[in-house]
């Protein structure tokens, strides 16, 4: 019997020869807005394996439909988001925290949870009932995002200088974060998805935003608990991270990250490969800064064999996967699952 898209991406994390890689877009409704035909055809030749669960626990629903529109919203942490672009997500301009010493005055959202048994019970009936409809690969609809969080509360160049200087308050913030983080993960783990998505931005365009050994001090344990209460209820970890992250990738590995979502094309591919190739799946990337905005789409087809060179397993670890956003060209989007098909194919 041919696999279902679940089975597809479970065989592929797990270096358990799927029938065909995996397919993933992570689509931006300022594409939506803009190339609806592109969109509508990539939806109907590439078939998406993955699918967010449709179950929302929050309390405050409504702030998720404004993050891509022009204005201001506030989060369920009570951060204020500016947009000046529809169909993006915008930033903080003024944090919550400016004074570090300020840190209990933040407050995680534990009310937007599920409370009391009944209320438990009917969010996991609710979940069960979505995950047993649909037979792709289920992610819930939340990132796991303590260094992100912590940026959003404090300001980015005041979370810079407190991993360069921790004053006292630091990583009581950051415990504070990662305690709500750990309860967000327990509830989702103990349902009927596949995975739990873990998001963290921490490269620059050619080195690691902070020194490794600080990385490893504060963030490598944090990460290390999420995987491990995500395996410990049959669930598979899975992490994005922007930017030249070569330095860490090894550690993701080591701590149990099942795929990475990382830009590729920030990095030595060579180098990359020979360490983490055949350990971990890459969970894409093609380039956003310069292919996928290209109009020529003969640079996202020459991107996608790149990849293939070096990543390519026919046993699974790999995954093709893009972000149709802001400034990519309708047609080199198209190009690039196209080429991964082709490539399939030939081999």
Known sequence: MPQTPREIVRRSLKFEHPERMPRDLWLLPWAEARYPGAVAEIRRRFPQDFCPCGYQYYRTAPFKDQRYAVGTYTDEWGCVFTNIQSGVIGEVKTPQVRDIADWKLVKPPYDQLPRGRGEVTAAYDAIGRFYEATDKFVLPDIWVRPWERYQFLRGSENALMDLAMPEPGVRELLARIHDYYLREIEFWARSEIDAIPIMDDWGAQSRLLVNPSVWREMFKPLYREYCELAHA???????????????????????????????????????????????????????????????????????????????????????????????????????????????????
Request: hydrophobic residues 40%.
């Open 233 to 347: 209820h049959g669930k598979f970890a899975l992490m994005h991270s922007d930017g030249h992250i070569l330095d860490i990738y090894e550690d993701l590995i080591e701590i149990g990250v099942d795929a990475v979502n990382s830009q590729l094309f920030c990095m030595d591919m060579s180098e990359l490969a020979r360490r983490a190739k055949g350990k971990i799946t890459f969970w894409g990337e093609i380039d956003r800064q310069h292919v996928l905005p290209s109009p020529d789409p003969s640079a996202g087809r020459e991107a996608v064999r790149k990849v293939a060179r070096h990543f390519y397993d026919r046993s699974g670890g790999i995954i093709a996967q893009f972000e149709f956003g802001a400034g990519a060209d309708p047609q080199t989007a198209v190009a690039v699952f196209e080429e991964w098909e082709l490539f399939e194919k030939e081999i």
